[in-house]
């Protein structure tokens, strides 16, 4: 109180007086309260110059005490004298409002003990006591000023800590706590230890109410418990708005469902062999208003693990099955493909629906689904699939397994489930041009739906080498953008009308490669992947090694010999022929002069004759596809 | 540690000042601390791939959220040219995840430090730069409204 304030002074300044004033001072470490009180005097003269009070100090220690002590126990814990849960809210305001302010971070801890009930039990609640009381200290010890240490109850405590600057300062804080806790304490004459388990999130970071940080407080506090104590962990934000956003895309896909946001696009499936459209793979699009139309690939995958996926499939179903009727009626029959995910297929109502829609087929039509499995490595309970296939089978379904050869879906399952047929993944097929090792795998694929009696299809075939290459294989129905993109299902007959009459399918039908083209395109793509070897081993510092890969020469490669022998008696007459081989031969030439460049750390050479033989390279294998057509003719 | 693995904290300067799309960008730059903790060493395919399903849900959520607010506040009509590039750099982000994803599927999936980078420099090219522009034009539309109700 400043003295202006005192009564005294504002009685002189002619002020009125209404609040009671008690002041407290120490006396040998005891408070001491005084009321003060102030009383004008009559003047005993008229005009006197100067006024007279009478200014009574009265002590008043005991009711000022016992009133404090009662708002002490409303406020604070009587036994270690920190804060109790009636302050908590106000505590955690302020200490916002601060953080808020000043832009730290804010830790809101909760330190439960572990090793202290046994304490109570076994040396008695005063020991207990005692150490609640140590704890206490030892909390406050570590903390600063205008950080909290607030006593929930039992060996419960709060802990707010002001202005971290980052995560890693209060990592330290905190193992400092632990530390100072886990120190033994001697109580009479045992000696005994308790631990604490801290829970933690970070404000802002963690940027909920009051209400919602203790409770991811408390949340992370019994994962320390789990985790095995004497230790803190912190709350993952990222966890619980994950599960939020999640649960909001969901509910979004769901929303979409029911305003048939959802739509079934057709892609093509041709038999290369006979040029007829045998099939169409149903593949779902969202009809999104705001972000327009969206593939499968984002929105599947977040259905996959939720049932919605059932409702998503089955609806697929009844609507593949509406166009299938629409196209029946304009004379077009065709296969529908549709993709079934595992849980759907595990799912117990999948038998009985599929019982259903056979049911409500024309009589006398042969059953036109032919369900795809994705994902065959999620199906747990291989022998009721087995048995659910087999079962279907007799209804006439057709089951392929989709994705084959990928993580996915592998022998073991074509091994136990009895499927009509195998997709190759797009990914193979889209990179085997380049990578004999995609190539070798597609054919490996082929082999084995060979072996397994199943037909197979690829998918993803984009340009017409892809396409020859796949016959060449064995492989006949293709599936891709270079036949068709996915359609409406409206679109279908005027575009099977437009590919029927269409020429260039026409000759693509009559010129079925021969084998002597396949064997042309696989030297092509071998020529090309030679270059590439050498590129990538030029890119990782080959100039620095000093040494470039060992491949083919001249004398090895596939073309020589294609030259050599059937290139000779087909086309032994034309100059194109001479010309490609003369140019072969400086192409791997020119390889050697790269490989002495490269030995020598030559770079400024090494780079130009790169350059060369990638220009060599590209005149051969231009040459090469004109022979490969001139052989197709 | 390098800043690929350096936690990331939330900044002012992330903000674009619409509420709404702040807090939805809190939860990326989750998702990247999460994944720059989670993705180090030897990790459970399985990890990457929850990553990736929330990357997957994100682009539908978030853009949805901006997207509409890009109608609402007739952000084509004013700046086409923004508009448009922020449109392709939302699909651009769907389409890249949704390759990740599938090299996940069919068991190729990309080096996580190849992820990281992806993440980091959606947070700099995208959040920092076209995402500040979207909140200025919706701060300002929404300053204009004020006034006119005011006059």
């Known amino acids: 109180m400043t003295h202006e304030r005192f009564p005294l002074a504002q009685a002189v300044h002619g002020e009125a007086i209404e609040q009671e004033t008690v002041i407290g001072i120490k006396r040998e470490h005891q408070n001491v309260w005084f009321q003060l009180n102030i009383y004008p005097l009559p003047s005993p003269q008229e005009n006197a110059p100067k006024k007279l009070f009478l200014s009574l100090a009265h002590e008043v220690s005991e009711a000022v005490e016992r009133g404090r002590d009662l708002s002490q126990t409303a406020h604070y814990d009587a036994l270690t004298g920190l804060p109790n849960r009636a302050l908590l809210n106000d505590r955690m305001k302020t200490a916002l409002a601060h953080c808020t302010r000043t832009g730290q971070i804010l830790a809101i801890c909760l330190l439960d003990l572990d090793g202290f009930?046994?304490?109570?039990?076994?040396?008695?609640?005063?020991?207990?006591?005692?150490?609640?009381?140590?704890?206490?200290?030892?909390?406050?010890?570590?903390?600063?000023?205008?950080?909290?240490?607030?006593r929930l109850g039992g060996d419960e405590f709060v802990l707010l800590i002001n202005d971290l600057k980052s995560e890693d300062e209060c990592v330290l804080v905190l193992n400092?706590?632990?530390?100072?806790?886990?120190?033994?304490?001697?109580?009479?004459?045992?000696?005994?230890?308790?631990?604490?388990?801290?829970?933690?999130?970070?404000?802002?970071?963690?940027?909920?109410?009051?209400?919602?940080?203790?409770?991811?407080?408390?949340?992370?506090?019994?994962?320390?418990?789990?985790?095995?104590?004497?230790?803190?962990?912190?709350?993952?934000?990222?966890?619980?708005?994950?599960?939020?956003?999640?649960?909001?895309?969901?509910?979004?896909?769901?929303?979409?469902?029911?305003?048939?946001?959802?739509?079934?696009?057709?892609?093509?499936?041709?038999?290369?062999?006979?040029?007829?459209?045998?099939?169409?793979?149903?593949?779902?699009?969202?009809?999104?208003?705001?972000?327009?139309?969206?593939?499968?690939?984002?929105?599947?995958?977040?259905?996959?693990?939720?049932?919605?996926?059932?409702?998503?499939?089955?609806?697929?179903?009844?609507?593949?099955?509406?166009?299938?009727?629409?196209?029946?009626?304009?004379g077009i029959d065709l296969t529908i493909g549709i993709n079934i995910a595992a849980r759907q297929l595990l799912h117990s109502g999948f038998g009985e629906m599929l019982k259903t829609v056979h049911a409500s087929l024309p009589e006398g039509e042969a059953n036109p689904l032919e369900l795809e499995i994705l994902e065959t490595a999620a199906l747990e309970d291989m022998n009721s699939v087995a048995r659910l296939i087999n079962d279907s089978r007799r209804l006439g379904y057709t089951y392929s397994l989709d994705d084959f050869g990928t993580g996915y879906s592998s022998l073991a399952h074509l091994k136990h489930l009895s499927v009509d047929a195998l997709k190759i993944d797009q990914s193979y097929v889209?990179?085997?041009?380049?990578?004999?090792?995609?190539?070798?795998?597609?054919?490996?694929?082929?082999?084995?739906?060979?072996?397994?009696?199943?037909?197979?299809?690829?998918?993803?075939?984009?340009?017409?080498?892809?396409?020859?290459?796949?016959?060449?294989?064995?492989?006949?129905?293709?599936?891709?953008?270079?036949?068709?993109?996915?359609?409406?299902?409206?679109?279908?007959?005027?575009?099977?009308?437009?590919?029927?009459?269409?020429?260039?399918?026409?000759?693509?039908?009559?010129?079925?490669?021969?084998?002597?083209?396949?064997?042309?395109?696989?030297?092509?793509?071998?020529?090309?992947?030679?270059?590439?070897?050498?590129?990538?081993?030029?890119?990782?510092?080959?100039?620095?090694?000093?040494?470039?890969?060992?491949?083919?020469?001249?004398?090895?490669?596939?073309?020589?010999?294609?030259?050599?022998?059937?290139?000779?008696?087909?086309?032994?007459?034309?100059?194109?022929?001479?010309?490609?081989?003369?140019?072969?031969?400086k192409t791997h030439e020119k390889y050697q002069q790269l490989c002495d460049q490269v030995a020598r750390h030559d770079g400024i050479s090494a780079s130009l004759t790169l350059k060369e033989l990638n220009e060599l390279n590209n005149t051969l294998i231009m040459a090469i596809h004109q022979l490969r057509f001139k052989e197709s003719r | 540690m390098d800043s690929?693995?350096?936690?990331?904290?939330?900044?002012?300067?992330?903000?674009?000042?619409?509420?709404?799309?702040?807090?939805?960008?809190?939860?990326?730059?989750?998702?990247?601390?999460?994944?720059?903790?989670?993705?180090?060493?030897?990790?459970?395919?399985?990890?990457?791939?929850?990553?990736?399903?929330?990357?997957?849900?994100?682009?539908?959520?978030?853009?949805?959220?901006?997207?509409?607010?890009?109608?609402?506040?007739?952000?084509?009509?004013?700046?086409?040219?923004?508009?448009?590039?922020?449109?392709?750099?939302?699909?651009?982000?769907?389409?890249?995840?949704?390759?990740?994803?599938?090299?996940l599927k069919i068991g190729t999936p990309v080096p996580a430090v190849q992820l990281l980078d992806f993440l980091n420099q959606w947070l700099v090219n995208h959040i920092l730069n076209t995402d500040k522009k979207l909140g200025a034009h919706i701060l300002a539309k929404q300053q204009q409204a004020n006034q006119q109700q005011a006059e």
């Open chain 1, 117 to 150: 009930k046994p304490i109570n039990d076994t040396l008695g609640h005063e020991a207990g006591d005692e150490v609640l009381k140590i704890t206490a200290n030892r909390l406050l010890e570590n903390m600063r000023g205008n950080d909290t240490a607030l």
């Open chain 1, 176 to 330: 400092r706590i632990l530390a100072s806790i886990a120190k033994s304490i001697t109580i009479g004459e045992s000696v005994c230890t308790v631990t604490g388990s801290l829970g933690v999130t970070l404000f802002p970071n963690d940027p909920s109410d009051p209400g919602i940080l203790l409770r991811h407080a408390d949340q992370a506090m019994y994962k320390a418990k789990e985790h095995g104590k004497n230790d803190f962990e912190m709350f993952d934000p990222t966890l619980a708005s994950r599960h939020r956003a999640n649960r909001s895309t969901l509910a979004r896909i769901a929303k979409a469902m029911q305003k048939k946001q959802f739509e079934l696009h057709y892609q093509p499936q041709i038999n290369c062999a006979t040029g007829r459209m045998v099939g169409v793979e149903a593949l779902i699009r969202w009809n999104h208003p705001v972000l327009g139309i969206r593939s499968p690939g984002e929105f599947l995958p977040l259905l996959e693990k939720d049932d919605m996926i059932i409702e998503v499939g089955n609806w697929v179903i009844q609507e593949a099955l509406a166009q299938w009727r629409l196209w029946k009626a304009e």
């Open chain 1, 430 to 585: 889209r990179d085997m041009l380049d990578d004999p090792g995609d190539l070798a795998i597609v054919q490996g694929i082929i082999g084995i739906a060979e072996a397994f009696d199943a037909k197979i299809i690829a998918e993803g075939v984009e340009n017409i080498d892809q396409i020859m290459m796949l016959i060449g294989m064995g492989c006949e129905i293709v599936q891709g953008f270079a036949i068709a993109k996915p359609m409406p299902g409206d679109k279908i007959s005027a575009w099977l009308t437009n590919y029927n009459s269409n020429p260039i399918w026409q000759t693509a039908r009559d010129s079925y490669p021969s084998r002597g083209q396949f064997e042309m395109l696989v030297i092509e793509v071998a020529h090309r992947h030679w270059f590439e070897q050498i590129e990538r081993a030029y890119r990782d510092g080959a100039i620095e090694k000093g040494r470039m890969p060992t491949l083919e020469s001249y004398d090895q490669c596939k073309l020589t010999s294609w030259y050599l022998g059937e290139g000779a008696a087909q086309h032994g007459h034309h100059s194109l022929l001479h010309a490609m081989d003369v140019n072969h031969r």
């Open chain 2, 4 to 103: 690929v693995t350096k936690k990331l904290f939330w900044r002012e300067e992330y903000m674009t000042g619409i509420a709404e799309i702040d807090d939805q960008h809190k939860i990326l730059v989750h998702a990247l601390n999460e994944a720059s903790e989670k993705l180090t060493g030897d990790f459970h395919l399985s990890t990457m791939e929850k990553i990736v399903n929330d990357l997957l849900s994100y682009a539908i959520y978030h853009f949805e959220t901006e997207e509409e607010l890009m109608e609402e506040y007739g952000y084509e009509m004013e700046s086409d040219e923004a508009y448009r590039t922020h449109l392709k750099q939302h699909r651009s982000f769907s389409s890249r995840v949704v390759e990740i994803h599938e090299g």
